[in-house]
């Protein structure tokens, strides 16, 4: 394998305390232009990792390249990294306008305050001051920070917890327009669905260790899980299915080819039914055997 064309490479990293092996043996590669998501239930080793690839946490061993040839955290790495953790610290009396023009001053890049303040939808709140600004405000100022350097490479834990739904939509469609100009992105999310809608690949991490990794689709197809297909219970007698299960209301039965069962509802006038593809959320349940918190 060659580094050429990823932003980053960590081959083997390793963190263990006393009690516990928190990672143990993670590789995970970032190309250029794409984005990945780490997840993991809680205790996975998830954050460890994403701490060691940001820089803030040293790996007892295993190795990270940055852009092809750096591998320690210089200040020219830092110069390309932007990062937006979970929990935000702002100097609350500051304005927005204030904070931005305080984090832009830690780089040596130019800040394009504009594009900055027009993308994450800011102009209206730059005189206030952040103490008065509400939950998906804040998030929205703080990943909007993660990107005021322009950076190559960025890490987003948790970036739209506590936004409203037409708020999240809006920053995937920011989080996809920053990729198709080239940027890298390492995603940290609970939202099974932002994982599958934002991800070229993801990884699946439990127990310390990457257990699965790919496409969303790739994993899904290769999980063995089946679609199930949803009826009225009223209709089970008129449609003898093998493996068909009845609970409450509701007929059940899972399928890997849903064609001809559905031939059949439709034969016996059935068509108040429903079909459910199995989604990333039901492979990380199978793999890990928890939901993700």
Same mark, same amino acid.
């Given at each position: ?46 954050? +460890? &990792?994403?701490? $060691?690839? %940001?820089?803030?946490?040293?790996? @007892?061993?295993?190795? *990270?390249?940055?852009?092809? /040839? ?117 995603? +940290? &999310?609970?939202? $099974?669905? %932002?994982?599958?809608?934002?991800? @070229?690949?993801?990884? *699946?991490?439990?127990?310390? /260790? ?84």
């Amino acid at each position: 394998m060659t580094e050429n064309n990823f932003a980053l490479v960590a081959t083997d990293l390793k963190k263990y305390y006393p009690s516990v092996k928190a990672v143990d043996g993670v590789s995970i590669e970032l190309k250029k232009g794409e984005i990945i998501s780490i997840l993991g239930p809680n205790g996975a080793g998830k954050t +460890t &990792t994403v701490e $060691m690839l %940001e820089g803030l946490r040293k790996p @007892d061993s295993g190795r *990270i390249v940055y852009f092809e /040839k750096y591998e320690k955290i210089t200040n020219e790495v830092k110069e390309r990294i932007g990062v937006c953790l979970q929990e935000n610290f702002f100097f609350e009396e500051l304005t927005v306008f204030e904070t931005i023009r305080l984090y832009a001053s830690l780089y040596n890049t130019k800040a394009d305050f504009e594009e900055i303040i027009d993308t994450f939808q800011l102009g209206e709140k730059l005189k206030a001051r952040i103490k008065y600004l509400s939950g998906g405000q804040k998030q929205r100022l703080a990943v909007a920070l993660a990107f005021l350097n322009n950076p190559d490479i960025v890490f987003l834990d948790e970036p739209t917890v506590g936004l409203d739904p037409q708020a999240r939509r809006h920053l995937w469609d920011v989080i996809l327009k920053y990729k198709r100009e080239g940027k890298s992105i390492i995603l +940290t &999310t609970h939202y $099974m669905e %932002e994982a599958h809608q934002l991800s @070229d690949r993801v990884y *699946i991490m439990d127990h310390g /260790k990457v257990i699965a990794h790919g496409t969303p689709q790739e994993l899904i197809s290769s999980s063995g899980l089946n679609s199930v297909i949803e009826f009225p219970k009223q209709y089970a007698e008129k449609i003898n299915l093998e493996g068909m299960i009845i609970t409450g209301e509701y007929a059940y039965v899972s399928v890997t080819d849903p064609v001809p069962i559905i031939e059949k509802l439709l034969k016996a006038n059935v068509r108040n039914f429903v079909l459910r593809h199995p989604t990333l959320e039901d492979v990380f349940l199978k793999l890990t055997g928890r939901k993700i918190d």
